[in-house]
């Protein structure tokens, strides 16, 4: 008999420590043996029974152990066990700090996976307890471990080919020379674990969760891991060919020795978020110069069509929108574009000149949508030709804008000096608000049509959208004022 399990000279008449050590043992879902196991030092079975029915007192040298599983310092412990006052009991939020599966669960993973997916399948509404399972030299292909909570779990030498884990929770995992390839782990969560030495070759890893995980020597090739977060994980030696990363999440990603290829002597990468790049770069060569091609016209086509739409496009204050609509003219008359902008929202759309089919008639197209940005992502679908006639459309408006708004300021600071820092006419309000001429058109709802900064030397255009019609109209207006 140790020191730790000697009887007490005389009966303890303690309350609150002997149901205080059952609750914790119970929380914890461990047995008297388990639990006495847990201890430091360990003591048997029969000593945790004697401390449950107050027979016998734990040794001074166990609280600091007891402390820890109740989440207090060692000097609360003692002044919660001199207090000797069950009402403590209920003020304690006892969480459980070990795992341990559920022996029944356990023992019918190990019977195979025929067994283990038939019982699955009678209980469909059952989550596996498997928290905690120490498992090694086994074979669990095929096996369905949907939703299964498999926290800390310890999977050593297994092979899992074939299997379902989706929304498993395998947090805090250690995984050592596993094969899991051919599985599903859509949605599951292996943060916080660690695995090394092991295959995820064509498994479907979408939105699952790697964040904080330790991965080295693993094989992920032809794996999809769109929307997976590998946010702060640390990954050397891993494999990736023909793995899918599409809105894969990476901030805090610490990666070295990334393998992007399918061969043995391949120079390895350091930086995972470039791998699906780098492999273009490297193997498909005219493929990446061509889509880097694409990318420069598509930046240029944004950048022309933001200029298009802020500084010669119609402002829409109440809607917050802006519009740019070019109309074919005796210098370009081939095509027009028109542009839509919102917060969140720009729409180019691209119309050619009408062509004739064989029998001479005009068939008139759709305008045909070239790029779209929705939040932060672009799409698009041009030609050279299209940018290269949006850049003509756009040099174009620059001049005749120019032109129109050089004409127009010295009628509007006549208009202004005439009749005041306000004016309005038919459809139009104009009006010079510090340094600035405003034009708007207020037919229906109002839409500022230019915005233009007086300066001491030369004129600044915000935006300009001016017609002829309406510069003929604002002359119109000054001569008969004039006469």
Not at 443 to 472: D, F, P, Y
Not at 476 to 482: A, Q
Request: hydrophobic share 35%.
């Amino acid at each position: 008999m140790t020191k730790t399990d000697r009887l007490p000279a005389k009966p303890i008449a303690e309350k609150l420590l002997p149901k205080l050590i059952k609750k914790i043992r119970i929380v914890n879902e461990l047995n008297q043996e388990e639990f006495g196991q847990i201890l430091e030092p360990p003591v048997t079975q029969s000593t945790v029974a004697r401390w449950e029915k107050g027979e016998q007192n734990p040794d001074t040298i166990q609280f600091p152990k007891l402390a820890y599983l109740l989440d207090l310092s060692l000097e609360q412990f003692h002044q919660l066990h001199k207090s000797n006052c069950l009402s403590n009991l209920k003020d304690l939020s006892i969480q459980k700090k070990f795992l341990v599966p559920n022996r029944q669960h356990y023992r019918l993973l190990k019977r195979g996976a025929k067994v283990w997916n038939k019982w699955r399948e009678k209980n469909p509404d059952i989550i596996p307890q498997l928290a905690g399972a120490k498992l090694e030299t086994l074979a669990l292909d095929g096996m369905n471990l949907d939703k299964a909570d498999l926290r800390g779990v310890e999977l050593r030498n297994l092979s899992c080919r074939n299997s379902f884990y989706r929304s498993a929770n395998l947090q805090g995992a250690f995984i050592s020379e596993v094969d899991f390839s051919n599985s599903q782990f859509r949605g599951a969560n292996f943060s916080h674990g660690e695995i090394c030495k092991s295959y995820f070759n064509q498994t479907d890893l979408k939105k699952a969760n790697f964040e904080g995980v330790r991965a080295s020597n693993i094989q992920m090739k032809n794996a999809t891991c769109t929307e997976a977060s590998f946010i702060n994980a640390n990954l050397d030696n891993v494999r990736v060919f023909g793995t899918l990363f599409r809105n894969t999440k990476f901030d805090g990603v610490r990666s070295s020795n990334i393998y992007i290829c399918d061969c043995e002597d391949e120079l390895p990468i350091n930086d995972i978020k470039l791998a699906e790049l780098t492999y273009l770069k490297r193997y498909a060569s005219s493929q990446f110069e061509y889509f880097l091609q694409s990318l420069t016209l598509e930046k240029k086509l944004l950048d022309l069509a933001n200029k298009l739409v802020d500084k010669f496009g119609n402002y829409n204050f109440a809607n917050a929108v802006s519009e740019f609509c070019s109309e074919p003219n005796e210098l370009h008359p081939s095509a027009t574009i028109k542009i839509r902008k919102t917060k969140d929202l720009l729409i180019v759309k691209f119309d050619s000149q009408p062509a004739s089919n064989s029998n001479g008639r005009t068939e008139i197209a759709e305008p045909k949508i070239i790029l779209r940005k929705i939040g932060d992502v672009i799409e698009s679908n041009f030609t050279a030709t299209e940018v290269n006639e949006s850049e003509k459309i756009a040099k174009l408006t620059q001049q005749i804008q120019s032109e129109n708004v050089s004409k127009f300021i010295p009628i509007a600071l006549k208009l202004i000096d005439l009749q005041g820092s306000k004016f309005c006419s038919n459809n139009y309000k104009l009006e010079k608000i510090d340094n600035s001429i405003i034009l708007s058109s207020v037919a229906k709802i109002e839409v500022e049509l230019m915005r233009v900064q007086i300066g001491s030397e030369s004129n600044k255009i915000i935006r300009a959208n001016l017609t002829k019609s309406c510069l003929t109209h604002f002359q119109e207006i000054l001569l008969e004022l004039l006469t």
